[in-house]
């Protein structure tokens, strides 16, 4: 993974972009319920790839209203660009937050001679009833959001505090990606991947300036694991959560 720049305490900025978990449901509020499809790839939303490979995850789910549902027998195969990637529908019938979840199976990234784990999760606002968004999943590492990640415009910030194990996470480090639809040019490399640290309690802000989909992948190291070859090797985990931004009218 890579970095760059905003706000709080700033990471090291190096060329390149980053690993996310793409989890997008085609809306984030759907104002009257009925279906909502979303699609998972492993790819760098920025560059807009390459895909990587994504084998089948090993949980994956949605949270209503202190409900867990299994949505496994819904996940379809999507190749992308001859790279293994998933779809899902699902109806939602109910009033309320809905957290989509996903476990992906460790990711081997030998350029940076480690494994991947990207807990992943993105809220869908049934009926645009604006409760329920702040569900945990409990995931090892996890963004619980202080800001409704649903509703937001062009330009509203996103607050969240990164989670370890269930404990706020001093000056952890956060990845920012926007996912370039628009054909968007970054100046240079240092643009592509926004990089900030956590405060003291855990707590991160971003202001997203473009409309679309946002992640931010809150990364913490792991204990060591075994690589391909039998020896161990570093672990990535990642606590990822999706946020849309609507234009506003006229931008």
Known sequence: ?????????????????????????????LPDGGQ?????TFT???????????ERPVQVGVMSGGHVTDLQTALTERPVDGAMAWRLNHDLIEPGANVFYVQPQPYWEPAEQKSIIHYTKVIVDSFASGDGWDQL????????????????????????VVLRDGVPAPFAEIEVEYVNTVGLEAPNDAFVTQVLRTDVNGTFTYTMPFAGWWGFAALIDGPQTPAPDGTMAGLELGGLIWVHTTAREGH
């Open 1 to 29: 993974m890579r970095h760059a720049f905003c706000l709080l305490i700033l990471g090291a900025a190096t060329p390149a972009s980053a690993h996310f978990l793409q989890a997008l449901p085609d809306a984030d509020v």
């Open 36 to 40: 909502v499809t979303i699609d998972l």
């Open 44 to 54: 760098h939303p920025f560059d807009g790839g390459p895909v990587m490979e994504m």
């Open 137 to 160: 999943v409990g995931f090892p590492v996890e963004i619980l959001p202080l800001t409704r990640p649903t509703g937001l415009w062009q330009g509203n910030s996103f607050t969240g």
